[in-house]
Nanobody
Framework: QVQLIESGGGLVQAGGSLRLSCAAS????????MGWFRQAPGKEREFVGA????????AYAESVKGRFTISRDNAKNTGYLQMNSLKPEDTAVYYC????????????????WGQGTQVIVSS
């Protein structure tokens, strides 16, 4: 089981940038795919992006494509979500999660979750 802790959230103006980090514990981190999800008040948790264990493949939701970038450093057991050109509609709690699946982006396919970090984008 991988344990995950997100950090890096905060308040930023529209057009600004933030980088979220996801620190993982457990020796299996390098063997799992990692995903980022977000949940705004009153809305369902939605997929943001994912990266395979080797960083060879990434996938993004259409709403963030071209603005967000996922990366990971297995030597540091850490994943990242670089968010640029932020919009007020990006306001949400952001979660990182891990999965042994590849190419599956439903929250139910991810077995380990962090506690979330709040991102607020002001207009």
């Amino acid at each position: 089981q991988v344990q995950l802790i997100e950090s890096g959230g905060g308040l930023v103006q529209a057009g600004g940038s933030l980088r979220l980090s996801c620190a993982a514990s457990g020796r299996t981190f390098s063997s799992v795919a990692m995903g980022w999800f977000r949940q705004a008040p009153g809305k369902e948790r939605e997929f943001v992006g994912a990266i395979t264990w080797s960083s060879a493949l990434t996938a993004y939701a259409e709403s963030v494509k071209g603005r967000f970038t996922i990366s990971r450093d297995n030597a540091k057991n850490t994943g990242y979500l670089q968010m640029n050109s932020l919009k007020p509609e990006d306001t949400a709690v952001y979660y990182c999660a891990s999965t042994y699946y590849v190419g599956r982006y439903s929250p139910r396919d991810f077995g380990s979750w962090g506690q979330g970090t709040q991102v607020i984008v002001s207009s």
